[in-house]
């Protein structure tokens, strides 16, 4: 009789983490009425259910929510998420794909750095022409009206 003398080094996997969409909120920093939106546009696929219909979400499932709350976070759009997710879930992607994307949020952030500094510089040239006192005459309304 043989005795096997190979031991593996590999942990048993533990089961995976079973939540229902209030844990899966929780855990994930998501609110549940954005978790069931994300699963109605598809940006997570549907999920388990229970014998009781309640869904469940395993760990998996949160790992990709909490990418979807990182990159809004960054100010990622949905459709940038979408697409950042199918790359995620590509094993054969290119790194030069999901940089492209990047580097072209980052230009759609400066032209919006760009466009919110003008908008202050206007304002602001407003209200140091305004006086700010109880006088109805308001540099900033006429401004604002075009006169």
Do not use: Q
């Amino acid at each position: 009789m043989r005795i096997a003398t190979h031991v593996s080094k590999e942990r048993p996997k533990p089961a995976a983490t079973a939540l229902n969409i209030g844990g899966a909120a929780s855990r994930s920093g998501i609110s549940v009425k954005m978790i069931r939106y994300y699963e109605a546009i598809g940006l997570i696929s549907k999920v388990g259910r229970t014998a009781g219909n309640y869904r469940t979400y395993d760990d998996g499932d949160i790992n990709r929510l909490e990418f979807i709350k990182r990159a809004r976070t960054l100010g990622f759009s949905l459709d940038e998420i979408r697409r950042l997710l199918s790359l995620w879930d590509d094993d054969g992607r290119n790194s030069a794909d999901v940089k492209a994307l990047v580097l072209a949020h980052i230009a759609e952030l400066d032209s919006r750095i760009a466009a919110l500094k003008s908008m202050r510089g206007t304002l602001r040239h407003l209200a140091e022409g305004c006086d700010g006192d109880n006088r109805p005459d308001c540099p900033i309304i006429d401004g604002l009206a075009g006169v």
